[in-house]
């Protein structure tokens, strides 16, 4: 049995100064999803986008605007990205203290809603919420910078997360966002993850299409190698 891998690049670690050509060459290679790190400067020490460049790009594709926000209080602004074009939100569990209100708002609007976890947070944290959700981002690094280390802990947090998941009957996908490399695509494929997030180690190596190919290639051949 073959499994699915959706593929989603973090515009962080694109050409900030042609973002229209990037999200653009993204689809032309043959890319679904990408995704897009939203900073605020207070709950991660960085700031890159908001609504209305959302919105700017979003005229100039059709990807699937996978908007992770890394942003205090999420509910304050979440009217304005489904406004600007997002196809999902995912909100920190860390980020709010009414998370189940935000899960609601979100879903409420008619799209996508997910919950990401930093690596300290425990898959506990959300485990009430599971059924309400359409996807689970496992933070394998500390948010708020691009080009950083895979967490070696986030595999057994994967492996627990996907058990618990089944265990809720929820049809969650699990996202990983963090030193997501083609050395071990595999290793998070067969953790369990439905969804990879790569920055540096996608946007540096064009062109798209063949760097797509090869994430495709490593997802599938473990699955191949394993025989199922």
Not at 69 to 96: C, K, N, Q, W
Request: proline share 7%; hydrophobic share 45%.
């Amino acid at each position: 049995m073959s499994k699915d891998i959706i593929l989603s690049p973090s515009l962080l670690s694109a050409d900030f100064s042609r973002l229209s050509e990037e999200v653009k060459a993204l689809e032309a290679g043959g890319l679904k999803w990408v995704h897009l790190d939203v900073m605020d400067g207070h709950f991660v020490p960085n700031i890159t986008y908001g609504p209305p460049v959302i919105k700017a790009m979003r005229k100039e594709c059709s990807l699937f605007f996978d908007c992770h926000l890394m942003i205090d209080r999420p509910e304050r602004y979440i009217p304005e990205f489904v406004d600007a074009g997002a196809d999902m939100l995912v909100v920190h569990a860390e980020s709010t203290n009414h998370l189940e209100r935000v899960v609601t708002q979100i879903s409420d609007l008619n799209v996508k809603c997910g919950v990401a976890l930093n690596p300290a947070t425990p898959p506990e944290a959300i485990k009430y919420l599971l059924p309400q959700l359409d996807m689970v981002l496992v933070m394998s690094v500390n948010p708020g910078f691009g080009g950083q280390m895979f967490i070696p802990f986030s595999l057994q947090k994967i492996r627990d997360l996907k058990e618990m998941i089944m265990a809720a009957g929820s049809k969650a996908l699990i996202q990983v966002d963090g030193g997501v490399t083609p050395e071990n695509v595999a290793d998070l494929v067969d953790a369990g993850t439905d969804v990879l997030v790569t920055g540096s180690a996608f946007f540096k190596f064009p062109p798209y299409d063949k760097r797509r190919e090869l994430f495709e290639f490593l997802a599938h051949n473990r699955f191949a190698q394993d025989g199922m």
